[in-house]
């Protein structure tokens, strides 16, 4: 049985704050509104001081007040208008291994917390499969709720391991990037894992458990002066 690559999404292979980036874009295209968009910033601003399981929870509750009671239409538009952006904020470093895994027939598969729909799409573009945060929708409206949690933490690991068994992967053959400390849950699983960009702490997580530490801008740098980068 072979194994595949799990990655995660903002901070891993993309740079920059994609929520923010997002409701910017929807706020720009008219999809949201100015006052929608200053409630979702009042919610983020208060998760911040929050722990982060309440963290998590409220960021996701101001990007669903954000949909509720739009179609899947608004929704997709919002998508494909922040898709340039986001294939601009990706790090070219991580994007070659990724090309470099595909090559050797390994699938790559994209999670993160973000919605669903935002992480299938730019997977699309990679040509890999994307698993995040499901928003629940009747009748072609988004209710503003999610379906099951956001998918960070335990729960990316539950869907990297339900990913797995449906692949039919051998996690200890396979994979991991991810760049905080919340993806340690989903990194413990697989053979391999990796830290893009971390923070201090996140570093010392990985340096504790015997996980390569990876800087992009020290690759890039790299990759400029000709030397050899993926191994």
């Known amino acids: ?6 990655s995660d999404m903002e ?17 720009k295209i008219g999809i949201f509104s100015r006052w929608e968009v200053l409630q979702a910033a009042a919610i983020n601003f208060v998760a911040k001081v929050l722990p ?25 538009q919002v998508i494909e208008a ?13 994007v070659e291994r990724l090309r470099h895994h595909q090559a050797a027939g390994q699938p790559v598969v994209i999670v993160s917390g973000a919605i669903q729909q935002l992480v299938e799409r730019l997977a699309l573009e990679l040509g890999a499969r994307g698993e995040g945060t499901r ?18 933490g335990e729960e990316k690991a539950r869907r990297v391991r339900e990913v797995a068994q449906e692949l039919q992967v051998d996690l200890k053959e396979s994979i991991g990037y991810g760049d905080t400390l919340p993806d340690a849950a989903f990194l413990s699983l697989v053979g391999t894992a990796a ?5 201090p702490e996140m570093r010392a997580e990985a340096e504790r458990r015997g996980w390569e530490v990876i800087y992009t801008e020290d690759i890039n740098s790299a990759t400029k002066s000709g030397e050899k980068v993926i191994s």
Request: a positive charge.
């Open 1 to 6: 049985m072979t194994g595949a690559v799990f």
């Open 11 to 27: 901070g891993t292979l993309l740079r920059g704050n994609t929520p923010r980036l997002y409701i910017k874009t929807g706020l």
């Open 52 to 76: 982060s399981k309440y963290n998590t929870y409220l960021r996701f509750l101001a990007l669903g007040r954000l949909h509720k009671g739009r179609s899947t239409a608004h929704l997709q």
């Open 82 to 94: 922040t898709l340039p952006a986001l294939l601009q904020n990706l790090k070219p470093a991580l």
């Open 135 to 152: 928003v629940e929708i009747r009748d072609g409206i988004c209710t503003g709720r999610q379906v099951g949690p956001v998918c960070q």
């Open 195 to 199: 830290v893009i960009d971390p923070p």
